[in-house]
């Protein structure tokens, strides 16, 4: 497994923009598929994009799409998560995730290791 840290959360206006890390540590972080999440008060946790050990990326279509975009830079171990044109419905607490398999990138149960999340507050 790997550890992992979220940061880059706040509070943000609606139509703001926002850009997420998830930082891990070990010498493997290449090879592993990285998921990001996103859990609102009262709700349950929802798949928000997915980027693969090489690269194949996944979307939450219906609520992210062609406003997030996910990345990594493996030489930082780090995965970000860059968010553009927030509504207050993405306001959640952010989580990213990993494993070194490949199975169900949308599935939160496919992940074996998760950060502590980030807070992100979006403003009307």
């Known amino acids: 497994q790997v550890q992992l840290v979220e940061s880059g959360g706040g509070l943000v206006q609606a139509g703001g923009s926002l850009r997420l890390s998830c930082a891990a540590s070990?010498?493997?972080?290449?090879?592993?598929?990285v998921g990001w999440f996103r859990q609102a008060p009262g709700k349950e946790r929802e798949f928000v994009a997915a980027?693969?050990?090489?690269?194949?990326?996944?979307y939450n279509e219906d609520s992210v799409k062609g406003r997030f975009a996910i990345s990594r830079d493996n030489a930082k171990n780090t995965v970000y998560l860059q968010m553009d044109s927030l509504k207050p419905e993405d306001t959640a607490v952010y989580y990213c995730?990993?494993?070194?398999?490949?199975?169900?990138?949308?599935?939160?149960?496919?992940?074996?290791?998760w950060g502590q999340g980030t807070h992100v507050t979006v403003s009307s």
């Open positions: 980027i693969s050990w090489n690269g194949g990326i996944t």
């Open positions: 070990g010498r493997t972080f290449s090879r592993y598929n």
């Open positions: 995730a990993a494993d070194p398999r490949l199975i169900g990138t949308m599935n939160s149960g496919s992940y074996t290791s």
